[in-house]
């Protein structure tokens, strides 16, 4: 299993995802702009806007490669000389507050010296969290994990909720979801069956967001609860601006910043010190984001 | 001139820009928020929504102190055991996009080895660049540094130049203005000029910005110029929450978080890979960010 054929491979992943999408959402389509890297490769970042339920979201694809940076050295803090790269990642913005942002994304990374590993992670952000839906998208992502490695779930489980954290809010981005990163041979599974476990978790993404999409999309929905999504849109900003790892990585190595950006909701409102009350929906959301959950 | 005078006059500096702030928006009055921090010191936090001038904005002063955490050693590559630190800090953004955003914040730290220093800066975020705008701007600030050092405002410009830049962006935040940090006995003022230095730019600070506010606060506003202020407050918040390094070590420090980030816009939108006419006042905006300036 080559790198090329990753790379073939996910690109196909993407298209496929789109297009579920497309389904999904029934009037968005994705327009797709083609980039290159001066240093070596490119991608094809696909977007989606002002759809029936998807307000702002993207899927892109990259393949880069070349020589191995300075900032990349640091980072990496293993030896190599050359690397190659390539991933989809996902983020999507819906109209509707009742229905959740989603993320996902699966990469693989390989250096001339025959270091190589699989990463990615899904994770869900409700507006408004309902404990129903959470479970439902955990029994998903389990489902999918036991599939390869019953040692997984838990173990990805516990990765996203360190990961998918605002430190600086005491609060979790959402409902969590799995993180994973460096799934190399020093686990059960060989390299194929590593990426058959990547590219089977995209493949089953659009329906596990199909899901959430259907249970909250004709909610009706009242000024003060767009606003609210607007204040979590805004921790979202948050958390990928100061924490997200990859974003960060991105913006400070030099990547394409607007292909890193399209992460970004298409509005944010911050309110000083803003304290919904306690016992209303968005108080008990709040409340429910401060405390760590399991939901299996 | 020690410590405790030095918090005691920010604190007085602090009362003296909100009111003269009040007086320039003619509506808005800032609430005052107090806080303890549990390792020693507090503060008090004060905000303006919805003035007529002023739409979100907030004057921070604060005084903490207490044992060096490790976060801070790594940060200050330095030793000593004991800290303390105080500082009044600025940000406002206006409701008319023809109005700049406008940072201010002038600071002191000490060890209980005896190091200390101060620091501090301005900077003018126009969301419509007006070069006459921008060389009043540093006319001015020039005339503050000449009164101390005529060497200040060539070295703290540039100082400014490289500290207020997006660049992931290639773009500058605004038109600059100064920065400077570790002032200290290795300069040619003693202590108690630096520090009077530090608040006479505090109190040149509301005739500054109301030179600036009274160019733009009644000039017509379209939804694309309201559109346009949002794109360039989305900007805003990728400084603050990637770039700039007082936030970051704020939320990363386990600093207070709505002191931290009530440097927000009140509403920021993304679109991806927005590219406005190249020959239009917001092009031209664009373009002129892109270039550094002089303007003295």
Known sequence: MNKETIGQEFRALQLFICNELERVDGTGKFSEDAWDRTEGGGGKTRTIRNGSVIEKGGVAFSEVYGPVSDEMKSQLKMEGNQFYATGVSIVLHPNNPHVPIIHMNVRYFELDNGIHWFGGGI??????????????????????????????????????????????????????????????????????????????????????????????????????????????????????????????????????????????????????????????????????????????
């Open 123 to 296: 994770d869900l952000t409700p507006h408004y969290v309902v404990q129903e839906q959470a479970v439902l998208f955990h029994q998903k992502l389990r489902s999918v994990c036991n599939k390869y490695d019953e040692s997984f779930y838990p173990k990805f489980k516990e990765w996203a909720d360190e990961y998918f954290y605002l430190p600086h809010r005491g609060e979790t981005r959402g409902v969590g979801g799995i993180f994973f990163d460096h799934l190399n041979n020093h686990f059960q599974l060989n390299k194929e069956q590593l990426f058959r476990f990547c590219v089977d978790l995209g493949e089953s993404f659009p329906f596990l967001y199909e899901e959430q999409v259907n249970w909250g999309k004709n909610k009706a929905v009242s000024e003060s609860e767009k606003q609210w999504m607007n204040y979590r849109r805004a921790r979202y900003a948050e958390f990928n601006l100061a924490f997200d790892r990859g974003t960060k990585f991105g913006l400070y190595s030099g990547g394409r910043t607007e292909s890193i950006l399209m992460s970004m909701p298409p509005v944010a409102e911050w309110e000083y010190d803003y304290q919904p009350d306690p016992e209303s929906p968005e108080g008990k959301t709040l409340a429910y984001l401060k405390e760590k959950h399991t939901y299996l």
